[in-house]
T-cell receptor, first 119, second 109 residues
Framework: EAGVAQSPRYKIIEKRQSVAFWCNPISGHATLYWYQQILGQGPKLLIQFQNNGVVDDSQLPKDRFSAERLKGVDSTLKIQPAKLEDSAVYLC?????????????????FGPGTRLLVL | QKEVEQDPGPLSVPEGAIVSLNCTYSNSAFQYFMWYRQYSRKGPELLMYTYSSGNKEDGRFTAQVDKSSKYISLFIRDSQPSDSATYLCAMSVYYKLSFGAGTTVTVRA
């Protein structure tokens, strides 16, 4: 079974530039997550999609970050304009989704992440 | 106060030693408790999860949850150099994960 794919793996940009990250979840997974992991910290949820609808974006800095999941499969996360403090690893994860028979938790499978350095 | 507190270490142990990791949390609504392992430049991978107080074993790994004290632990027996990684505790309420900062563990051969 193929895992979660992310690209690019690394990106270096200057502050105020824009950048976009791409994620392809595991086939059949309805739920997709974007996390930000700053060095020395645990991942922090930015946005959660169920199919192509947003479930939770309460921690997404909406003045500069945007995300979309067209057709309920691939997703892109964009930062415009970037700030120095956006330097982090951006992780994408996916899970089967919110299902009544699964209870209230599903295993999330993480991609390798995109390392962003803002200079 | 953070919802999930985890000592970042680092922790260095000799091969064969028992590794003990722990986290505390403040949100009593957390229902599921997980440990993830993250190798350098990789995404986190799920090691173990549990939803009840008590112990759960899986090979060399034991997860322990004490809901009354809001405290969870992970023990790694007979540690190997391949166990060198960052270990993240995570807790969930309705599909939303909250992570600790992670503890970096090095097992010396």
């Amino acid at each position: 079974e193929a895992g979660v794919a992310q690209s690019p793996r690394y990106k270096i940009i200057e502050k105020r530039q824009s950048v976009a990250f791409w994620c392809n979840p595991i086939s059949g997974h309805a739920t997709l997550y974007w996390y930000q992991q700053i060095l020395g910290q645990g991942p922090k949820l930015l946005i959660q999609f169920q199919n192509n609808g947003v479930v939770d974006d309460s921690q997404l800095p909406k003045d500069r970050f945007s995300a979309e999941r067209l057709k309920g499969v691939d997703s892109t996360l964009k930062i415009q304009p970037a700030k120095l403090e956006d330097s982090a690893v951006y992780l994408c994860a996916s899970s089967f989704g919110i299902r009544e028979e699964a209870g209230e938790w599903e295993t999330q499978y993480f991609g390798p992440g995109t390392r962003l350095l803002v200079l | 106060q953070k919802e999930v507190e985890q000592d970042p270490g680092p922790l260095s142990v000799p091969e064969g030693a028992i590794v003990s990791l722990n986290c505390t949390y403040s949100n009593s609504a957390f229902q599921y408790f997980m440990w993830y392992r993250q190798y350098s430049r990789k995404g986190p991978e799920l090691l173990m999860y549990t939803y009840s107080s008590g112990n759960k074993e899986d090979g060399r790994f034991t997860a322990q949850v004490d809901k009354s004290s809001k405290y969870i632990s992970l023990f790694i027996r007979d540690s190997q150099p391949s166990d060198s990684a960052t270990y993240l505790c995570a807790m969930s309420v309705y599909y939303k994960l909250s992570f600790g900062a992670g503890t970096t563990v090095t097992v010396r051969a």
